[in-house]
Structure formats: C-alpha cells, structure tokens
C-alpha cells in the first residue's frame, strides 16, 4: 500500500533569527499541499523560535541524547526537544554516524527516548561509497537497520527510516531508480520481518541531493513515502519544489507527522 508522503528539511548547521523569514514562507507555502507531511529539523537551538514563528507546523531536532538526563555537556534530551516544541526528531544521521561515531546501538537508544515522549524519530541508514562499489551496500544497510530500529513501534509517535548513501549527500549524484528500489524494498522486507504489519506502515525516505528537478522520478520509485532534503530544504523556493512533487504523487491514507 502507498503511505502519505513525508517531506523533511535538514537544515543541519544552518539557521539564525534571520532565516526565520524562510521557516515561515516554508510552512506557509507548504500549507498549499495538505495532502503532503512536510516538516524541518532546525538547529537546537532555534527550535524553539521556529515552532512559535510557525505553530501547527512540524518542527524538528536533528539529534537527541539517549539519557533523559544527567551529565552530558552539550546535549540535547528528548524531553528538551519536546519543551522546545518539537514534534520530531533525525537521529542516526550519517554526519554523526561519521564524526561522532555513533553506533547502531547508541542510534537505536535515541530512537526510543525519543518515541517514548512522544517524538516522532526520522532514523537515518545508508552506505559508503566503498561499499556500494563493492556490491555491499544492501546487506550493509540492512545489517545497520537491524542494529539501530527501535525494538517494538507501541505508542503514537512515528518511525520512518531515511534511506541515505553516504556518496549522494550534498555530492549531486544520486543513485539510478533501480538501486534506490531495490534499497527500499529491502528495508521493507526487514521492517515487515521485525515488525510484522505495522512495517507496512513505516514510512520509508530517500535522502542525498534530492532537488525539485530530480524529485518526481525520485517519489515514483515504489517504496519511496518521502525524501529528507539537506541543502534544498533551506529556501522556500528550493525545497516547495519538492513538496509539490510529493503531492503530485500522492494518495491518501498513513499516517501523520505532527
Ligand atoms: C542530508 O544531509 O540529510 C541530505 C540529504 O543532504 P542533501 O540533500 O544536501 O544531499
């Protein structure tokens, strides 16, 4: 069954007062496409003024610690996100896989703070070009995907997994359809695996160079439920483009962030 498409912005380490003018033209335009989730993980610490500058629309973090709290110098909660007024929230995202050495069991504690406050999680797996070369990337993400999704999907809030290769992110490449359905088809048959038929329900994004010109034939891939969208999602007039794509492909149904 085809699920509502999702379309999340990645600001990553973007975004000052003064880029509150494109939150705002984001989520105004974006109000256009109702049939399409769209949503934008800011910086920490403008959460909060983004989610006042535009209430009803989903705001998100781009990272959450495991721990509810304690000792962890520079860290952001699940609870903190949420007080922020977030609705969701990336986690795994291959910058932090990389740079901050996060292991598929650190990503799979996030994942479950954050679900258990109600956070919507967005969990990010995806392969390095050396491994795609080589013709490991599908077990290689499967494997990454079995070790960071949370153990059981109980509660309101929503799992979705952003497939993303490593090599497509901010590079321009972008793989040919047929790899990037062959990678969602996997992942759904392992999310079907653990997760009997709410896997079904999982929506599954692809992410890395994701553009307005690109993002159709992107959305008709089967499996594709959305994209996550680095460098694009900044400006309206970048990442709209995208979510009237979604919308051009979409159906009813799924469920909803936010
Ligand atoms: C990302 O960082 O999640 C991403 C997909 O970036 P970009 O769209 O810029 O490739």
């Known amino acids: 069954m085809a699920l509502r498409k999702l379309v999340a912005g990645n600001w990553k380490m973007h975004g000052v007062s003064s880029d509150l003018e494109q939150v705002r033209a984001i989520a105004a335009e974006a109000a256009r ?9 800011v910086p920490a610490i403008l959460i909060e003024r983004a989610a006042r500058a ?47 050495r996060e292991s598929d069991d650190e990503v799979k504690a996030k994942a479950e703070a954050a679900l258990s406050v109600g956070l919507s999680v967005i969990l990010c797996v995806g392969e390095s070009l050396e491994l795609r070369e080589s013709g490991c990337a599908v077990e290689t993400v499967v494997a990454q995907l079995d070790g960071s999704v949370p153990s059981n999907l109980d509660g309101e809030a929503e799992l979705a997994i952003a497939y993303e290769p490593i090599w497509a992110i901010g590079t321009g490449k972008i793989p040919n359809s047929g790899d990037i359905a062959e990678m969602h088809s996997a992942i759904r048959s392992k999310l079907r695996e653990r997760f009997g038929s709410d896997g079904e329900q999982v929506r599954i ?28 999602s900044l400006t309206a007039g970048d990442f709209i483009p995208i979510v009237a794509a979604a919308a051009a492909s979409t159906v009813e149904g799924g469920r909803v962030i936010a």
């Open 205 to 232: 994004l692809y992410g890395g160079s994701v553009k307005g010109s690109n993002a159709a034939e992107i959305f008709a891939i089967p499996d594709v439920d959305g994209a996550l969208v680095g460098g694009a």
């Open 33 to 41: 496409f109702p049939q399409v989730d769209v949503a934008l993980c």
């Open 54 to 100: 535009v209430p009803g629309f989903a705001i998100g973090g781009q990272d959450v610690h495991q721990a509810a709290k304690g000792a962890h110098t520079g860290c952001t909660s699940a609870l903190m996100l949420v007080d922020a007024g977030a609705v969701l929230t990336i986690v795994g995202h291959s910058e932090r896989r990389e740079a901050q």
